[in-house]
């Protein structure tokens, strides 16, 4: 309990006229001074401690990027190099050469060192091999075209729409055929040598000589 002694005699402060006690309104005012500085210190101390956390935050989200895409680069430098290998071609059975054929090239001058290969037709001999073909295929692409690879007979009387060395031909429900079996979508690309020499490779697989064959085509 406080209790304020007031002095009476200024000359000798021992002397001591009455004592009081505080009113019970200053003890009142007295705490709730304190009770309001205890608040706003809690209220000061949660805003700095809600800052820090957002500040923080904030770093993460700066730093998090830089990190995920030093881990991808990472990654992606540690991945092994995929090398494509490709895919040989499947051998095809040796045939005899056609004798329907023989008698339609006999009069072709075959190239020193071969014997179906056409003079003319000795660059194409590579390409023969590589699909593949039998080299007597050689004489098949003399027959058609001479060995041209931008040879084009565009002859509905004669059932022709064909294309490239091997004339390959695409008129009516054969065009069908061929994009399925030779993997092309225009009619023009028939005329480049490698394509045109694939599709030959991709049909005598299936069909061996009869695309080529009077009449006889696909069945």
Known sequence: MNIRC????????????????PSAKR???GVNYVCLTLVVFVFIASCSWVASRVEAAAIDERVVPVVVTADRDAQASAAPTVIPVPVPVEPVPVEPVPSRLLETV???????????????CVKLRPLILSAGLPEWMSLVAWRESRCKSGALRDDVSTGDLSYGYFQINTLGYLWGEIQERCRVSQREELLDPAT??????ALYRTYGYKPWDSGLYFE
Do not use: F, Q, W
């Open 6 to 21: 007031v002095v009476c005699n200024p000359i000798d402060p021992l002397v001591m006229c009455s004592c009081s006690r």
């Open 106 to 120: 006999r009069h072709a001058t075959i190239a020193d060192g071969y014997e179906y290969v056409p003079v003319g």
């Open 196 to 201: 045109n020499v694939r599709c030959a490779g």
């Open 27 to 29: 003890e009142v005012k």
